[in-house]
C-alpha cells in the first residue's frame, strides 16, 4: 500500500512539474508577441548591441546562442517538432546555405544592405562580416618591427616554441584558413607547403579553437599565434597587436531571416537595423567585428588599409582530406 | 515482501527508463539513421565511418591510460584521506569535509585552465619559480602531457570517490582489522589483506564510477589534452562533430555507443565481483567502535601531505580563480599585474542581468534537482542492494545509462527527446536532464550506505510490526542520513555547475550559471568568468556546508541517543 | 610464559570527562594456567587485555610476557601488536568475511611464511582439534555461531602461542552452546597447557575455566585468588558479592575468639569465620543461600535464625525462596519437593565456616 503512497509522490511531482511548466508556458505566449524576436547567432559578445536596440526600438530581442557545432542539429530539430521559435538566424554562410537547403529561410530584401557589395547579397542571406584571422602577438615580447611582414615569417625557426594556434587537424577554421592562404596568398603549392612544414618545425602548441588563442597570448606563454584581431578589442588592455599583412583572411558571417516566423515584422525591422550602418559600427567598435558595412572598420589601427577577403568555405570532404593532411604534417612526435 | 519488493522494482523500471532510456534510445535511433536528426532511414555509415578512422587506435590507447590512470589516482587518493579521516588521529579532520566536497564546486573547465596556468612549459607559475628555486635548464612539469591530463581529471573525481568509501571506511569493524594484528600482520599487510579486500565494493564502485565518469569527461582533455594533441575517445567525439561544420550527431552518438557498452560492462564487472553483498556486511546491531590508529611519528609528515593536497585542490584553484577575476587580463604575476588590478569583473558581473538570472536558476535546479535525484536514488539503491533479482540488475544498468554517455552526446540525445515532449525550452527539461543523466551520483552513496545495513535490522522492524514505509522512514532512512546527505551534496553541486547538458537545453530565460560561464569562456572573458565562478563556488560551499549541518542535526533525540550509545559503547570496550 | 605488569595506565577522555580505564595496574600472571580477568562491564578488563595484545596504548607502566618487555613507558619500549607473538579470540571473532575458513586459519602461519604443506598440514590439525575437519573450502560467511567460535579458536591456536588471549568469547553464543563451548574451551586448554588469559563478566565462565581469576573494578584489580578462594573466602564485599549469590549484611565485629570471629548484625549475633580487620573497616557479612539450610541443625558451630517464608519461587532445580529475618530479606534455597509453604515460620542454620565477613 504504501509502495503506491511512494509512487503517488512521484507521480505527483511529475504532474506539478508539467502544470507549473503549462503555467510558464502560457505566460510566454500571453506575453505580446509583437515586441519579441528571437534571434539565434553564433556570433558573440553582441550583448550591448543588443541591448541598444531594444532600448532604442522598444523591442525585445531573445538571443540565444549556438555554438556552429551545435547550430544545424538544434534548428532542424526544432523546425522537425515544429518549435522553432527563431525569427532571425545568424551563423556562418554555409550553415545559413543549408538551412536554405532544408526550407527554413525566407527571402527578404534588406534595404540597409543596398550599399554592400553584390558577393555578399544571396537570395535573402546577408554576410555582414569577415571573421577575420591574422597574427596576433605579444607586444611586450615583440616588437613591432619584428612581427612578420608575410606570412612565410611564421615558419623562420626565430618563433619555435613561442606559436599558438588551433589545431590544424581538427579545427575547421583554420583549416579552410590554412586552404584559403594556398588559394589567395601563396604563388605555388610547393611555397604554401614550405610555409607548412616550416610552421610545424616551429612546433606550436595546439589549442581547441580560437577562442583560447588570446590568453596564452596575453600572458606571455606564447608570443605569437594565429588568432583574430578582434581580441585586440575585447581583450584591451591587454599587450596585443596583429601584423600587418595584406591580405587578411576570413569566414564570413551571414544572417537570414526564418520562413513563418513568428514576428515577421519585429524581424524585418531587426534586421534592417542589423545590417545599418549605426549597428555594424557598434559591432566594428565594441566587439572588433570587420563589418561589410561600407565604411566602418573596427578601432584597429591600420585595418582600414588592409585588404580583408572572404575565404572559400571548405565542404566536409575537403575538411576531412585537409585535417588529415595537416595532421601528417604537423604531427612530429 | 516479495511482491512489494517485485512492484517497486518495476515500477521504478519504468520511472528510471523514462528518464534515462528514452535519450539513449534516440541517440541509438540517430546513429543508425541517415538523417542529421534521429528518425532517417536505415544505415550503418556513420559507423563505419567513424570506426574506420586510422587514429582510433593510439585514442583508445590514450583513453584506455587516461581513464584508468585518473580512475586509480582518485580512487587511491579518496582511499588515503578515507582512512586517514576515519582511522586515525589525524589532527584538522574538518580538512576532510572540505576537500571532498570542494572540487566539486569548482567547474572543471577553471581547474584545467587553472593549472595550465600553473604548469604550463612555457611560462607556468609554478614551473617558473621551480626553475628559479633548483636552476633547472627548462620548465620541470609540462601539463599538456597524459600524465598531466591524469592527475588533474584524478583530483577532480577525487570527491566522487572520497564521498564513497569514507562512509564504508568509517563504518568498517575494526575488530577485524586487530585481529589480523594479532595474528602477526603489521599495519600495512593488514591494510593490503584485510581492510582493502573488505572495503571492495566501496573501492569498486568508486573507480568504476570515476572510470565511467573519466570516459565522459571533455573539459581536462580539452584544456590540456588537445594542447598536446593528445587525443581520447570524448574530444575525439568533439573533433568528429566540429570537423564538419553540419555537425552530425549520429556520428558522434556511434562513438559514444562504444563508451557505453564498456561503461554497462564495468558495472556488470562490478556486480559480478560484489554478488553476495552478505560477505561485505560490516555494520550490524552490535554497533562499532571506532579505534582510531596512533600515527605517532608519522602524524607530522602525513599532516603535510594532508596540508599539501588540500591547497593544490583547494587554495591554488581559488586564488589563481581570485587573482584572474581582479586583472583585465590574463598576466603573469608581478608588478604589473598588482597595479593593474580593479573590481571591474566584479561590477560587470553582479549587474549582468543574464548572470543573475543564471544564478537564480542554477540554484533552483541544484536544490530542486538534488532533492528529487536523492528520493529516487534512495528507492533505486533500495532495490539494487535489497531485492536481489535480475530486474534490479536491470534497474541497475539503466540508471546508469545517460551517465555513461559523453556530455556532449547526451545532450543532443536529450533534446531529441525532449523536443517530442512539452518540457522542451522550459526548466523542466533541464530539471529532468540533470536528474536522469547523474542519477549515479546519488544511488553510488547510498547503495554504499545500504551494503553497511544489515538486513536483520529492516527485517525485526516488520516483525515489529511496522509497515514497509515506516521501515523505511523510522529505521532504513535515519541510518541512511550519511548516505542521503553525500548524494544529496553530491547531486546538488553537480547540478549547480552542469554543463553538458545544459549547453544543449538551455535557453533564453532558462539559463544556467555554467552556459553563462562557458559565455565568458568563449569570449576568452577569463576575469569575469573567475568572478562568477568564485560567486558559483562559494554559493555551493554555503549550500553544501547547511546540508552538512542538517544531516548532522537530523532528529536531535536520536544524536543524543547515539552519543550515549558511543559512551556506552566506550565503556564495554573499557570493561 | 607468565605476564608480568606493573604500574599500568590507561585514561580516556570522553565529552571532556576523563575516564581512568586503568588505575596503576600491577598483575603477574602465572605461566601455563588459564587466568581470567573478571568484572563487570566497564571495569577495565578489556582495556587491559588490549594493552597485553598491543591494540591499546597504556599512558604509564610496563607490560612484560616472558622475558620480553613489551611495553614500557619509561624504556621507551612498544613491540607492536604483530610482533608480540600472542594468539587472540575476539568477543565478535573478527572471521575475515572475504576469507573462507582455510584462509582465515592459515592466516598466521601465511605471515610466519611458512612452506605451504606445513600450513596446509597445521591447519589440518588444528582444524581437527577443533572438531572443523573439512571445513577447509566453507565461506566463512556460511558458518554458525558456534563454529565461527571455533575457527576464531583454531585461528589463535594455529601458530601454537605461548600465551592466548580471549575477550568474552562466548558472549554470543546461546546457553546451551555456551556452556558446551565452555566444557570444550577447557579441555583444549588442559590439553595444551598454555598461559591463557580470559576476560568475562560472567561469574560461572570463569569459575569453570579459571585456574587463577582476577576480579576487577574501577580499573583496578579488587581481588586475586582460584576460583575456590574467590567464591568462599573473598576478601572484599564487591568480589563476594560479584562472584555469586550473596546475602549482605553490615556487621560489627563484638569479640575475637580462636576459630571464629563475633559480630552484631541486625539478624542478631553471628558467629564467624574468624577474620582481622583494620579497627576503622565497615564490615559486611556475607551468606550464600546455598549454604544456608532450611533447618535446625545442632551444633556449636551453627548459627540459628528464626523467620518466615514470603516468597517461593519455582526455578527448576529449586525453589528461590525469600525468608524474613528480623526484618531482613534472607536469599535461600528449597528442595524443590520441600513441604514448606510461603507463610510459614522457619529455622535456618549457618554453620560458622560459612559466614563470610568481607570488608566494605
Known sequence: ?333 | MERRNRNLTYSLIVVVSLLTVAPVLMLIIGSFSNNLNSFGNFTVKKYVTVYTDPMLASILGNTALFVLGSAAFATVLALFLAYLNNRTDIPFKFLFKVLSVMPMMIPHVLFGVSWALLLNPSNGILNMWLQKLFMLPKAPFNIYTLPGMIVVEGLLDLPVAYLIISPAMGAFDASLEESSRVFKSGPIKTLFRITLPILRPAIMAAFILCVVRGLASFSVPSVLGMPGRIYVLSTFIYRVVTMSLIADYGKAAAIGMSILVISVGLIYVYRYFTRSSDKFVTVSSRGFKPTVVELRKAKIPLFIVLLIISFVLIVLPVLVLLYTSLIPYVMVPGRQAFSAMSLQNWRVVIKDPISLRSLNNSLFLGLAGATLGAFLSILVAYVIVKVKSKASGFLESISFLSFSFPGIVIGIGFMWYFVRTPLYATIWALFFGYVATYLPYGIRPMTSAFVQIHSSLEESSLVCGASFATTMRRIVIPLLVPGIVSSWVLLASMFFRELSISVVLSRPGTEVLAVQILRFSEDGQWGRLSALGLIMIAISTIMVATVNAIGSRFKPGEVREKRTKVAAQRLVAIG | MEIKIRGLRKRFYSEGKVINALDGVDLDIEANKIFTLLGPSGCGKTTLLRCIVGLETPDEGEIQIGDTIVWSKEKGIYVPTEKRQLGMVFQTYAIWPHMNVFNNVAYPLQNMKLPKAEIAKRVAKTLKFVQLEGYEGRPSTRLSGGQQQRVALARALVAEPKVILFDEPLSNLDAKLREETRKELKTFLGELGITAVYVTHDRVEALALSDMIGVMNRGNIVELGTPKKIYFDADHQFVADFIGRANLVPAAIVAQQEASTIVQTALGQIKCHRRTFAADDELVLCLRPEFIEVEKIEGSDVNHLEGVIRQMIFVGEVYETEVDVAGQRIMVKLDPTTPYNEGDRVTLSVKAEHCLLVSK
Open chain 1, 1 to 333: 500500500m504504501n509502495l503506491k503512497k511512494t509512487m503517488l509522490v512521484l507521480a505527483l511531482v511529475l504532474v506539478i512539474s508539467g502544470m507549473v511548466f503549462a503555467a510558464g508556458k502560457t505566460e510566454t505566449v500571453a506575453e505580446a508577441p509583437t515586441k519579441k524576436v528571437s534571434l539565434y547567432a553564433n556570433i558573440t559578445a553582441i550583448e550591448p548591441i543588443l541591448e541598444y536596440y531594444n532600448k532604442s526600438t522598444g523591442s525585445e530581442v531573445e538571443y540565444t546562442r549556438l555554438s556552429t557545432a551545435r547550430y544545424v542539429s538544434t534548428i532542424l530539430t526544432e523546425v522537425e517538432a515544429k518549435k522553432l521559435t527563431a525569427d532571425v538566424v545568424q551563423g556562418p554562410l554555409p550553415i545559413l546555405e543549408i538551412l536554405r537547403e532544408q526550407g527554413v529561410l525566407a527571402n527578404y530584401k534588406a534595404k540597409a544592405a543596398e550599399g554592400y557589395p553584390e558577393w555578399a547579397k544571396k537570395d535573402g542571406i546577408y554576410l555582414f562580416g569577415i571573421e577575420y584571422v591574422g597574427l596576433i602577438y605579444n607586444t611586450d615580447l615583440v616588437k613591432p618591427e619584428e612581427a612578420p611582414k608575410r606570412y612565410q615569417d611564421l615558419a623562420d625557426p626565430k618563433w619555435k616554441g613561442h606559436i599558438v594556434m588551433a589545431d590544424p587537424a581538427t579545427h575547421a577554421t583554420t583549416i579552410s584558413w590554412l586552404v584559403g592562404l594556398k588559394e589567395n596568398v601563396f604563388s605555388s603549392e610547393a611555397e604554401w607547403r614550405a610555409f607548412l612544414k616550416g610552421l610545424a618545425a616551429n612546433e606550436p602548441m595546439f589549442v581547441a579553437s580560437f577562442g583560447p588563442t588570446p590568453a596564452p597570448l596575453a600572458s606571455g606563454e606564447k608570443k605569437i599565434g594565429i588568432s583574430m584581431p578582434k581580441y585586440i578589442v575585447t581583450h584591451a588592455p591587454a599587450p596585443l597587436d596583429y601584423a600587418k599583412i595584406s591580405p587578411m583572411l576570413g569566414s564570413p558571417r551571414a544572417i537570414a531571416l526564418t520562413k513563418g516566423a513568428p514576428n515577421p515584422r519585429g524581424a524585418e525591422q531587426f534586421l534592417e537595423f542589423w545590417l545599418g550602418a549605426d549597428a555594424a559600427g557598434r559591432l566594428a567598435n565594441d566587439v572588433g567585428e570587420y563589418v561589410l558595412a561600407p565604411g566602418v572598420y573596427p578601432p584597429i589601427a591600420g585595418i582600414s588599409e588592409t585588404e580583408v577577403i572572404p575565404i572559400r568555405e571548405l565542404s566536409d570532404e575537403e575538411l576531412q582530406k585537409w585535417g588529415a593532411e595537416f595532421d601528417k604534417i604537423f604531427s612530429l612526435k
